[in-house]
């Protein structure tokens, strides 16, 4: 069985710009079960060094009503690559220029109540330009050292889900 024997009878749908709400109904081994998920495109986020230092965006974050600090991201646009997609939302979001990217894979943020997907990349950069950030995107671009970075994520002051994810790939390939 490889979908574990799990048989989807209806769906039912609620669209955005930004994401869908799903609602199925399964056949389980002869139980029918309803699963609820959001479907949102494929996105990346960039480990950003610049000049040896980590970039990163305070960025005010609606949905939970705080400012957060996290690694540059965005939603792959159609006909792009995820790779290409980094590029673009890099130099959108900080103006800066990569030197070299690298994939650090990709993961789900959520695989219980979402398909979203995340590409991660690391990008070296040594150029900054203008950024051209969406209208209602707020947030300042501030560079760390790895040491002050760290310190952020110990004491709970960095909670950027892909950011971590990224971080912990980067550590693992030494």
Known sequence: MENGGFRRISTKRSENPRFAVVEDQVLVRGHLQPFYYTEIRE?????????????????????VGSWQWEIPGGIVDP?????????????????????????????????????EKIHLFCAHCKKIGEASPEPAEVFALHLFDEAEFVAMIREGEFMHGAGLAAWARYLSRG
Do not use: H, M
Not at 96 to 107: P, R
């Open 43 to 63: 996105g990346v986020c960039i480990l950003t060094f610049y000049k040896e230092k980590i970039a990163l965006l305070k960025e005010y974050r609606y949905p």
């Open 79 to 115: 006909g792009e690559t995820p790779e290409q997609a980094a590029v673009r939302e890099l130099k959108e979001e900080t103006g800066l220029v990569c030197d070299t990217v690298t994939s650090l894979g990709s993961f789900y943020t959520s695989f219980g109540s979402s398909n």
